[in-house]
């Protein structure tokens, strides 16, 4: 393969995994501002990770593997698999000392690490058509990761991260992009329709947490306006991945 495909395929990741970092954005904030927005930042996190699992990665399942009963099988499995994860991070969390990291930071990690995965092999796979089905393919992830790389950030804020761990965090779990890419372009189309049974699992650890895990423990105490409020900010976290789909 030529070497010019490696080099862009690898710059493309690169990029991609430097959106990680977007969490500097808030380093400008008091703690006491940022505590403040993290409940604004979580529900627009919900809508994000709904949007992304329904709107992105089951129709995308579809596409690859039809409409049978394999991806919904596997959106459960998805939902079953954090569940296990769940109950195993709760009963080391019981036992744990106080201020520790609530379970859902380190599910959060666990499900952006599988979806850095599955774009690492999409771009990977794009570069093997040609050099501008790359690029096209690397500005689409960009602009998906933008809003998830935000809501992955201050979840992890939100379930006990300081602001520079939960960049650090957020930082390694790009690093399965790099392994997606590499086996994309070393072993070439078979890795595409790995990825595919891949995301429907992603996407069902995603819809689990964020039905499962933080509306429950980070979102039910609301009074009645600021539950309205939530609302509205889980709805624009959805319509932002639907533009994001529509322009795809």
Known sequence: ???????????????????????LLTFSLSN??????????VSIAVGVMLGNAFLHMIPEAFEELGNGLTVPLLVIAGIFLFYSVEQALHCRHEHAKPHE??????????????????????????Y???????????????LHEVPTELSDYSVLVTSGFDRKRALLANFASSITAFIG?????????SMTGFAAYVAPVAAGCFIYLAAGGLIPRFLKTAPGYA????????AAGVAAMLVLRLAE
Do not use: C, K
């Open 1 to 23: 393969m030529e070497n010019h495909i490696w080099l862009y395929a690898l710059l493309s990741i690169a990029a991609v995994s430097g959106l990680s970092f977007i969490g």
């Open 32 to 41: 006491a501002n940022l505590q403040r927005f993290l409940p604004s930042l």
């Open 101 to 126: 990291i609530h379970p859902v930071g380190y599910m959060t990690l666990t499900a952006d690490m599988l979806e850095n995965f599955i774009d690492g092999v999409l771009i990977g796979s794009a």
């Open 128 to 142: 093997l058509i040609d050099v501008n089905a790359g690029i096209a393919a690397t500005l689409a992830v960009l």
């Open 181 to 189: 890419v590499i086996l994309a372009l070393t072993i070439g189309s």
């Open 227 to 234: 539950s309205f409020v939530q609302l509205l900010l889980m």
